[in-house]
Structure formats: C-alpha cells, structure tokens
Antibody, heavy 120, light 111 residues
C-alpha cells in the first residue's frame, strides 16, 4: 500500500526549532516529488514547497522561501520540514503529499497531517 | 498570487447534484489544463478526486466529474451521498514558482 506517514503533533514555544517528518512506503521514493502543504486554523490549503528525493532539487513558494527548509533522507525514505525559529503564526496543520515525477501537477497521495502548535 | 476563488459553501439533497466553481485568471486555469480537485474530511488526509481538469484516479467514483471553461473550472458531484459532506479544494498550475495554486475551498453539505 502506498502511504505517507507523518510524525506526531508538536507543541513548541516561539523561537524554538522544529523538524517534522514524512515517511514514504509502498513505492519508489526517489522517483516522485514530495510536497508540503500548510493549513492554518479555519483556512484553506497553501503549497509551501517541494523536493525531488533523487537529487534533492527543492523549490519553494515565494511565500515560504527563507521561512522553512525542506530536506530528504533517501536512506530511510523520509522527507522533512524544518523551522529554525518558530513563530506563533506557524501554528497549523502541515501535510506532505506525493507529486508524480514528470509533467504532472497534482498530488495523488497525502499524509494525515502534523499539527504544530506554537505558543508561549 | 491570490488563491483561486471558490464559493464558501454549497449544498444538495441526497441523490441530487452539486457543482462547485473555481475561478482563476489567464495566468493559471485559463492557461493550463492542470486543474485538480481534492476532497478533505477534517482530520483526515485530503484525497485526490480529479486531475488534469477531468481525469479520475482509479478508485474515485464516476459521480465526481470535472470540467473547465475559460478561466473557470468546475467540479460536479452527482448522486450526492452523506459521505460526500466535506471540504473541496481546486488547484491549478500557475507557473514554475507556483505549481499548486489552491482555491479558497468549498464546504459541501448534504441536506
């Protein structure tokens, strides 16, 4: 079964760092892009960025460039989303999703989301 | 770039149909046939319903159909069922810096 399993909910204070994960299984990890999508409380979906595990090519939405870092560890089929200094406005649910390689602009497999709460 | 515009809500009775619009511009929906639709039950993973305007992934019932005219895409859910009550999002390619421009989302209620 193709699936993306995300790490558990996090509660952090402003200024702390955080790395959440997304572990893929059931398909060839390196041949498909992994995207990250944010959903703030009561709001819609926002694309944050995407990484190609085979060569770690990464692209960010202009809205998130410099705010987060996307990375991957091919040896364990896992993608990461990292903050170096969290803000209260980073409180949201974060989804990872698979985008097939090639000229395909959709996400066909999604994780269940990681809830991040940033509060003092 | 602003989110694609969807109506906040839509509703229909069981067995009936509901159509959700998704309005963009000539820089996104109007210029590319890369429109996709997602169903999202709160607390669950979003699910791909439609890709490339009107194609359905395997396993998605043919009650779900997509179309596009000009700068507006549409999702029609026919034969509404209770489990169709969810949030629905469209998405369009809008250039290399914004390959996934999402819509504002529509909450569908089955009356």
């Amino acid at each position: 079964e193709v699936q993306l399993v995300q790490s558990g909910a996090e509660v952090k204070q402003p200024g702390e760092s955080l790395k959440i994960s997304c572990k893929a299984s059931g398909y060839i990890f390196i041949n498909n892009w992994i995207a990250w999508v944010r959903q703030m409380p009561g709001k819609g979906l926002e694309w944050m960025g995407i990484i190609y595990p085979a060569d770690s090519e990464t692209r960010y939405s202009p809205s998130f460039q410099g705010q987060v870092t996307i990375s991957v560890d091919k040896s364990i089929n896992t993608a990461y989303l990292h903050w170096s200094s969290l803000k209260a406005s980073d409180s949201a649910v974060y989804y990872c999703a698979r985008r097939p390689a090639g000229y395909y602009y959709y996400m066909d497999v999604w994780g269940k989301g990681t809830t991040v709460t940033v509060s003092s | 770039q602003s989110a694609l515009t969807q109506p906040p809500s839509a509703s229909g009775s069981p067995g009936h149909s509901v159509t959700i619009s998704c309005t963009g511009t000539t820089s996104d929906i109007g210029d590319y046939n890369y429109v996709s639709w997602y169903q999202h039950h709160p607390g669950q993973a979003p699910k791909l319903l439609i890709f490339e305007v009107s194609k359905r992934p395997s396993g998605v019932p043919d009650r779900f159909s997509g179309s596009k005219s000009g700068n507006t895409a549409s999702l029609t859910v026919s034969g509404l069922q209770a489990e169709d009550e969810a949030d629905y999002y469209c998405s369009s390619y809008a250039g290399i810096n914004n390959p996934f421009l999402f819509g504002t989302g529509t909450k569908v209620t089955v009356l």
